[in-house]
């Protein structure tokens, strides 16, 4: 047992538990003013939803001993024999001290998902495919790559969640805009952001849990977590730039949005990255995110999708370019990938993609449908023009 | 009696309460409304979605005098608000029928 080391896991776990409110001011600001509240409440009431679950079986199912490296034993359930004692997943901090950092995590990937269905989700659909979810695609994702499963026994590199966050969240954002169509008005209305100001307090919350998310992720206080926390702000103040670059050239003006998302970018890009890579590739891989993000948000229009704040566009085409990046510049941490001579990470990470992709995508389809059926998913439209906060919540954000 | 409704850019409010104050109108009420006329309205772009945007955001302030002060009030408030480019706004004269002062029940030009 060390004392900096669990100080600072149970730091970094209050960071990123910051990070799920900062996720709703990013979203929040970015919706109608009559969807407000109901987009700030799909984050927020995650703390308390996803904490829940986690506790009772959602640890165990991720980190339990682990089921042919698909799934965890039921041994924790109820955080049975989950205390303070070092754990198996660390010498140096109490078995709980893990749980709780990891719990975070669990709280903020659904969350990140419903940006994709704002504006048009009902509340109780929403609570019951958050549940399903948790247990059907994060607990065996986590459990794959950080719970000794078959992506980690592979050897794919996902430092702080690439996949298990960033990539499954998009996936899921992806089957949510395929079963639950477009928001009314899409196309014909405009849907201006109400209060870009909160967003970007939003963004300023989120780079600023992201180091609890990131350098926390070394489960130590050492060089490893420095070189986390230094390559994490280094990717995102990269991908701001390039981001806001892209604007200039594409459309003539640099925006506030605009370097808001693309500094969540390119802390997407570095979270696989952040353990494994020096600081001038973090660099190289956050201007990549702030480039590949800014097309892969132009392309939905093209491709006509309401993915309504961008999931897919920011945290799936950044999670999958992090993922790629690592295998082409891991250098550190017993880790080497094709520049520094080992072309075959980058073919384990490439197929931990396709796998990620391929497998949250079609269990989230599942479970969409499968709420669809039963409780129902999409506010109606009349329901969507009367506005989320009142339709779902009875409630105004803003009296006149 | 007659309203003066004065529409226009939302940053000559000033000068306009200044130069109504200074011939002597007393009170007036100002909203903020969104509208558009020959100005038309602006792009603006989120995400690289561009969204053109119809409404403007303007100013509109509304003052009741004797009818014999109306040209006073329409002269003042024209040259504060003028720049001369597209956009300046519009002044409307209604007829008011009767002014009632609550606190004091006066009625017509005196409660004005």
Redesign the interface.
């Known amino acids: 047992m060390n004392a900096a080391d669990t100080a600072f896991v149970l730091i970094s776990a209050a960071l990123v538990m910051f990070m799920t409110p900062g996720l709703a001011l990013f979203y929040g600001g970015m919706v109608r003013s009559k969807n407000v509240l109901a987009t700030i409440m799909q984050s927020f009431i995650l703390l308390g939803l996803v904490s829940i679950i986690w506790a009772v079986c959602g640890y165990s199912l991720a980190f339990g001993t682990d089921q042919g490296g698909i799934i965890g034993s039921l041994e924790y359930l109820f955080l049975n024999g989950v205390g303070m004692e070092a754990g198996p997943f660390s010498e140096t901090i109490p078995h709980l001290a893990f749980m709780i950092f990891q719990c975070m995590f669990a709280v903020i990937t659904p969350a990140l998902i419903t940006g994709a269905f704002a504006e048009r989700m009902k509340f109780g659909g929403f609570l019951v495919f958050t549940t399903l979810w948790i247990l059907v695609v994060y607990a065996p994702m986590a459990h794959w790559v950080w719970g000794k499963g078959w992506m980690a026994e592979m050897g794919a590199l996902d430092f702080a969640g690439g996949a298990v966050v960033h990539m499954s969240s998009a996936a899921a954002a992806l089957a949510a805009t395929v079963v639950m169509g477009k928001r009314k008005g899409h196309g014909s209305t405009a849907f201006i952001p109400h209060n870009l100001p909160m967003t970007v307090l939003g963004a300023g919350i989120l780079w600023f849990g992201w180091f609890g998310f990131n350098a926390g992720s070394a489960l130590a206080a050492d060089g490893f977590a420095a070189n986390a926390f230094v390559t994490t702000h280094m990717a995102a103040a990269a991908a701001a730039l390039a981001w806001i670059l892209m604007e200039k050239l594409h459309s003539g003006k640099a925006t506030t949005l605009g370097a808001a998302s693309g500094a969540v970018a390119g802390l997407v890009a570095i979270t696989p990255a952040a353990g494994y890579v020096t600081v001038m590739p973090a660099i190289i891989i956050g201007l990549g995110g702030g480039v590949f993000c800014f097309l892969g948000v132009l392309l939905k229009g093209k491709l006509g999708y309401d993915d309504s704040l961008d999931v897919v566009g920011v945290h799936g085409v950044g999670g999958t370019w992090g993922a790629i990046a690592t295998g082409l510049f891991a250098s550190i941490n017993k880790t080497t990938g094709l520049f520094y001579g080992n072309p075959s990470q980058l073919w384990i990470q490439l197929a931990s993609v396709a796998a990620t992709w391929a497998f949250c995508f079609i269990a989230s389809l599942i479970l969409f449908k499968l709420v669809d059926a039963t409780v129902g998913l999409r506010a109606n439209a009349e329901e969507q023009d009367r506005g989320m906060d009142l339709s779902e919540h009875n409630e105004t954000a803003y009296q006149a | 009696m007659k309203k003066v409704e004065i529409i226009t850019r939302t940053f000559k409010l000033d000068d306009i309460k200044a130069a109504l104050s200074e011939i002597g109108i007393k009170g007036m009420t100002v909203s903020e409304v969104k509208g558009f006329g020959r100005q038309g309205g602006h792009k ?10 119809d409404f403007v955001v303007k100013v509109k302030i509304e003052v009741v005098v004797e009818d014999a002060r109306v040209a006073d009030v329409i002269a003042a408030a024209s040259k504060a608000a003028r720049t001369g480019q597209v956009g300046d706004g519009k002044i409307f004269v209604l007829p008011v029928e009767e002014v009632v002062r609550i606190r004091t029940g006066e009625t017509g030009d005196a409660a004005v």
Not at chain 2, 44 to 53: H, K, S
């Open positions: 603006e772009v989120y995400r690289g979605a561009e969204y053109q945007v």
